[in-house]
């Protein structure tokens, strides 16, 4: 453990990399009001924390930068207030108080929202359609042979597809279709449908089991958004590590899992290596879940590299998972 003294210099030198991305000297430490002790003094105490791992030093004569594990202590020496500068609650409270239409646009918007508050890349994932359970089952004819199914779920998504249907098939037909589906299917999960019994009438049965095949390829669905992605872009100086991350961020089943496996080991924020994917050892996650009804239905996470806001990051991904988890609950966009 770190005394008094050593916190308040790591903290100041954490905050002043963090605001300029160069090395901190003792001199500078020395002079800010927060540290109210001899340049000599700060010079020794920076000079322990180095020994003891909390600082490096990247070149002999500079001034020196938070390691992880440094990081890890600010952030564990700090709380998450929930609480945002004037001028980033009123945007986050004007979006989502004038935000409506469909879940995806909703999540979609959202990420926009929180990459371009924490000037990093933002994520937000959403629930996995699989485990979901169907409320409620429409269709309706487009032409003489095609039709819409669309699909209402418990995480308040919609899920739509085309079928193909006879030209024989009458609209009392696919009435009598929707009827029958939704005694079958609503209250199951996307992903335990389940096999549709016959109604003894060829075209009603081809109608059901159109509609079931179209639907089960959004099983496995789980809705990621990405936003500011290029802000991790302008974060790297080497191409390398540029390069790797953004590949890595474009795996839609690497992000959800990162992000599902934080969540998972209770954490709010990983820092380098700590979230345990390779190529992204250079950046840091911060993530809160996104609760419903008392329900977790997705994730808000911001990623960057260690050298981030983590105050800023901390607050701002709570604030917003709390706001989607409600204006989600409160279903005040459309289907």
Do not use: W
């Not at 453990?1 to 430490?29: C, F, N």
């Not at 010079?43 to 992880?68: C, K, V």
């Not at 819409?148 to 249907?165: A, D, K, Y």
């Not at 089960?216 to 991790?232: M, Q, W």
Request: charged fraction near 20%; proline fraction near 3%; hydrophobic fraction near 45%.
């Amino acid at each position: 453990m770190l005394d008094e003294r050593k916190t308040a210099i790591l903290k100041a030198v954490v905050q002043e990399y963090v605001a300029t991305g160069l090395p901190v000297g003792s001199s500078h430490i020395a002079n800010l009001p927060t540290v109210v002790v001899s340049s000599a003094t700060v010079r020794n105490e920076m000079a322990a924390l180095e020994q003891e791992g909390y600082l490096a030093q990247p070149h002999t004569s500079a001034g020196r930068i938070p390691t992880d594990k440094g990081y890890r202590h600010f952030v564990d020496s700090i709380a998450p207030k929930g609480v945002l500068a004037q001028g980033d609650a009123a945007q986050v409270g004007e979006f989502f108080s004038g935000t409506h239409g469909r879940l995806d646009d909703l999540l979609r918007r959202t990420a926009t929202l929180l990459a371009n508050l924490t000037k990093n890349t933002a994520v937000i994932v959403g629930q996995e359609s699989e485990t979901t359970t169907i409320l409620a089952v429409h269709i309706s004819r487009v032409t003489s042979r095609s039709a819409t199914v669309v699909i209402v779920l418990s995480n308040h998504n919609v899920e739509n597809e085309t079928i193909q249907i006879s030209e024989d098939i009458t609209d009392d037909q696919i009435s009598r279709a929707v009827t029958h589906l939704s005694l079958t299917i609503v209250g199951r999960s996307l992903g335990d449908m389940g096999i549709i019994t016959s109604t003894n009438d060829a075209h009603l049965d081809a109608v059901c089991f159109a509609t079931v095949s179209a639907l089960s390829r959004h099983r496995k669905d789980t809705p990621v958004f990405v936003g500011g992605a290029a802000s991790l872009a302008n974060a790297f100086d080497a191409v390398d590590i540029v390069r790797d991350v953004l590949s890595t961020i474009e795996q839609q089943f690497v992000v959800v899992t990162l992000l599902q496996d934080l969540l998972d080991r209770g954490l709010s924020v990983a820092i380098g290596a700590e979230h345990g994917v390779q190529p992204l050892v250079s950046c840091s996650v911060v993530v809160s879940p996104v609760v419903a009804d008392g329900e977790v239905v997705g994730a808000v996470g911001v990623l960057g590299p260690t050298r981030m806001d983590y105050p800023l990051a901390l607050n701002t991904v709570e604030v917003v998972s709390e706001q989607l988890g409600r204006h989600i609950a409160e279903g005040s966009h459309e289907f």
